[in-house]
């Protein structure tokens, strides 16, 4: 908090803090600050949101949700999603690497879990969507931004106005579109690291009714760690990006937008380092341990590169490298009949992912390779009428079709100190002696293949029955089939006979085949009463509820000696959320101020969630599974100032409560594995990844300097967030810190157009964790990705 406090303070001296954002038109989205209001004005532009599927403004949309336009994305340095959270509070990011990536909002959403592998067969709760678009893998929200235009996160359940069913929230981002007019930006960045990031744009018309749009950004970065053992930087940054764009517009009645777009990231990526060695509450055999004088590290007479994870070193002796890329083409369709727009959305994307890890994040050769080539690829088909105009009667409905096909190879290898590290010197009962090549080579190969197909209609009318007083009812049902096979086996490793020892391996990897299938139809509906008590003062309640089908375990089960499942099953429950909302939205002081506040509560019975198999003989497996009931209540605030008509302040503060409200038979902590019991009672236990308080504090400033031709600009944003559990068992020995990120940047804009700004990310350097991850084995060894070092760089923009 002194960080913050801090911050607020730098705020305030330079007069920096968030411009309000602008609009979103239709056929068009364009940003407009404080800065850009007449000469002699001073007030907020008002922002338009496309949230309820047509264009309004944000202030009279009785729900809560956030915007950030594409200028402040621009001014804060803000180029992915990781660092978007730390401009929206509610908003929550964890990415060990593309693949793990995990949203969650106020909480809820994807499971942040401290040792896993992505579940192809576990749905997202936070809608992510481009251009209206539903992207169905978190990992295609890892990659840099490209030319946005606009970014609105939504809370709350969202299946009566998107395609697909979003339980948490959603993430609603918009590009930049084709215009008639001539137009196009330059950017390029340099800075610490070796941190080099060229962006480009260009629109214009082709004919009288034809316009094109191309964009792209390239991005590269040294790594912020090093590995001691080959010399090598670790975790750079290396990713590109393209997007073409054509709209086609025969008249005021009728347009069409064609998209096609790449995303590449290929780097030495991504690994952690040393954080600290649980200890346990429970008598468990000492040499088990990671740590001490006859623990593991010790036996293999291993001592890590530093016990400081702010040193940023690691000693990893297996592969690392990601290779990824995502892409599609979507066709939007828009006719104006009278009194409603009918709107068409035609999309095919794909998504590639390779990547080698060391995921022992050791330099003692346990796993030598382990990697999940995936090829996922998406259709989808959304036909949606919705009213236009200011009437007593209004209205979105829509029918929606989606399919994905995801098809993994799961590899693990292990090494030659695996069997000692893993199993111990002797096993079973009878102490039988453990030879220490028994793993040396040992491995599983496979394929999994899942496959779903969405179906749903749905619709929201909203009545205004007296003049101020507005009902809004919405519906949605939907029917999904889904279906899972998960086959692999295993290789490798020395011959034996001795049942004892074939136990023991199979402990540690053992080849499965199962499939399974989910076929689930759902009602889900949301109910809204909205007062506009003034002209300037929106008050609102809603009630809605929420539905995702059920999910096919895609990662493996864990397994009993007879190899039955023993602690989870191929298909898990669906997911049933309950929302309550209220809220106060206002403008104030002649539009100089917007203050919008609200409360909120949610209760999800059988949430879906990746968890860990922590008995004592298991390698922590994991797996999908059902938590009987979880909830989540708080109060979020925002307020934006224009203090001037140069200079405005933002603030946003979240409260949340989240926490597993019943979980009688959870996994247990790593502190108390080796219990007698194979479960723990986690009932009260918090959320994993969400901070009881988060904030954000920031602004803009510019001062025009007429001998100079041009403007000095100035722009900071603090970001503030308590402390948070790093893993879903409430384990003290994964507990996030507190901290504080403060960003900011001074610069010169030019009259004709072009800019020179100097940023910081990090600007006090402050060191914290990112995430955690538990090592595999149950050794009580806990890795954490470090905070980024600060960045310093020089940047400039041109606009034509």
């Keep these: 908090m002194r960080h913050l406090l801090c911050a607020a303070s730098l705020i305030a001296l330079t007069s920096s803090a968030y411009a309000q954002e602008g609009a979103v038109r239709p056929g068009h989205a364009a940003v407009s600050t404080a800065g850009d209001v007449d000469a002699g004005q001073i007030g907020l532009p008002e922002i338009t949101v496309t949230a309820r599927r047509r264009v309004e403004d944000a202030q009279r949309i009785p729900g809560s949700l956030s ?8 001014r804060s340095y803000t180029v992915n999603t990781q660092q978007l959270s730390q401009l929206v509070p509610s908003l929550n990011y964890s990415s060990a690497n593309p693949r793990n ?34 992207h169905a893998r978190p990992a295609t929200a890892a990659f840099d931004f490209s030319d946005i235009g606009q970014v609105e996160v939504l809370r709350g359940p969202q299946g009566t106005l998107f395609g697909k069913n979003s339980t948490a929230g959603a993430i609603n981002m918009t590009t930049r579109a084709p215009t008639f007019t001539p137009e196009a930006t330059e950017e390029i960045t340099v800075g610490s690291f070796n941190f080099v990031q060229a962006k480009a744009a260009a629109s214009g018309p082709i004919t009288d009714t034809l316009a094109f749009r191309i964009s792209g950004v390239a991005t590269r970065r040294d790594g912020v760690i090093d590995n001691v053992r080959t010399g090598r930087d670790q975790n750079q940054i290396g990713n590109q990006a393209v997007r073409g764009q054509l709209l086609f517009k025969p008249s005021e009645m009728f347009q069409v937008k064609l998209s096609a777009d790449f995303t590449n990231f290929q780097s030495n990526c991504c690994t952690q380092v040393y954080y600290r060695v649980a200890t346990r509450d429970v008598p468990r055999t000492a040499t088990r341990q990671f740590a001490g004088p006859t623990g593991l590290a010790a036996q ?105 096909r995801v098809e993994g190879r799961p590899i693990s ?47 929201e009318v909203n009545w205004r ?52 299938k989910v076929n689930d139809g759902a009602l889900t509906g949301r109910a809204n009463i909205a007062w506009q008590a003034t002209d300037t003062v929106l008050g609102y309640a809603s009630y809605a509820r929420g539905e995702k089908s059920g999910g096919i375990n895609m990662s493996g089960l864990p397994l009993n000696d007879q190899n039955l499942p023993a602690l989870g099953t191929a298909v898990v429950r669906p997911e049933k959320n309950t929302a309550y909302e209220v809220g106060l939205k206002t ?5 100089r101020l917007t203050f919008n506040v609200d409360a909120f509560y949610t209760r999800v019975t059988d949430f879906q969630t990746n968890v860990s198999d922590t008995r004592a003989a298991a390698a922590l497996r994991t797996y999908l599974a059902n938590i009987p009931r979880v909830t989540s209540k708080g109060v979020e605030a925002d307020a934006v100032a224009a203090v001037t008509r140069d200079f405005s302040l933002r603030a946003s503060v979240a409260y949340a409560d989240g926490k597993y409200d019943r979980y009688p038979t959870g996994p247990c902590p790593i502190e108390l594995i080796g219990n007698t019991a194979a479960s723990c009672n986690l009932s009260g236990t918090g959320l ?27 722009h900071a944003d603090a970001n503030y ?46 060191d914290y964790i990112q995430n955690v991850t538990i090592q595999a084995g149950n050794s009580g060894l806990i890795l954490a990705t470090p905070s980024d070092p600060r960045t310093i760089g020089l940047t400039f923009r041109a606009h034509q």
């Design 300 to 404: 293999f007479n291993y001592t890590p590169p530093s016990t400081n994870p702010y040193d940023r070193v690691t000693d990893i002796d297996a592969s690392l490298g990601v290779d990824t890329n995502e892409g599609g083409v979507a066709a939007i369709a828009d006719w104006t009949l009278g009194g409603a727009t009918l709107t068409s959305v035609s999309a095919w994307r794909f998504w590639n992912w390779d990547a080698a890890n060391d995921r022992d994040y050791t330099g003692i050769p346990i796993q030598i390779e382990q990697h999940i080539p995936s090829r996922q690829d998406q259709y989808s088909q959304e036909l949606r009428l919705a009213s236009n105009g200011d009437h007593a009667l209004s209205y979105v409905g829509g029918l929606y079709f989606f399919r994905q």
């Design 67 to 74: 915007v950030v336009g594409g200028e402040l994305l621009d």
């Design 413 to 459: 290898i292990y090494g030659p100190a695996a069997a000692r590290y893993l199993i111990g010197t002797t096993t079973g009962a009878n102490a039988t002696p453990v030879p220490a090549n028994l793993l040396d080579g040992y491995g599983t190969d496979g394929r999994t293949d899942f496959q779903s197909n969405s179906y749903a209609a749905f619709g």
């Design 721 to 766: 967030r308590s402390k948070q559990f790093g893993d879903p068992t409430g384990s003290r020995f994964t507990t996030i810190g507190s901290y504080t990120v403060v960003n900011g940047s001074v610069g010169y804009r030019n009259s004709k157009g072009w800019e020179l700004a100097v940023f910081a990310r990090n600007l006090f350097d402050r």
């Design 587 to 591: 403008r104030l002081f002649d539009n």
């Design 101 to 134: 990536t995990a949203f969650t909002i106020r909480g809820l959403g994807s499971s942040v879990v401290a040792v896993s592998q992505a579940n192809d067969g576990l749905e997202p709760g936070v809608g992510f969507y481009v251009d209206q678009v539903y």
């Design 465 to 516: 029955p007296v003049d101020r007083l507005t009902l809004t009812g919405g519906l949605r049902y939907t029917y999904e089939h889904k279906t899972g096979t998960y086959d692999t086996f295993v290789f490798g490793g020395p011959a034996t006979t001795s049942p004892a020892l074939v136990t023991a391996r199979l402990g540690i990897l053992r080849g499965q085949t199962y499939a399974a």
């Design 688 to 714: 994993p990844g969400l901070p009881k308080w988060s904030a954000t504090v920031g602004g803009d400033y510019v001062l025009p300097v007429e001998t100079l031709g041009g403007s000095l600009i100035a």
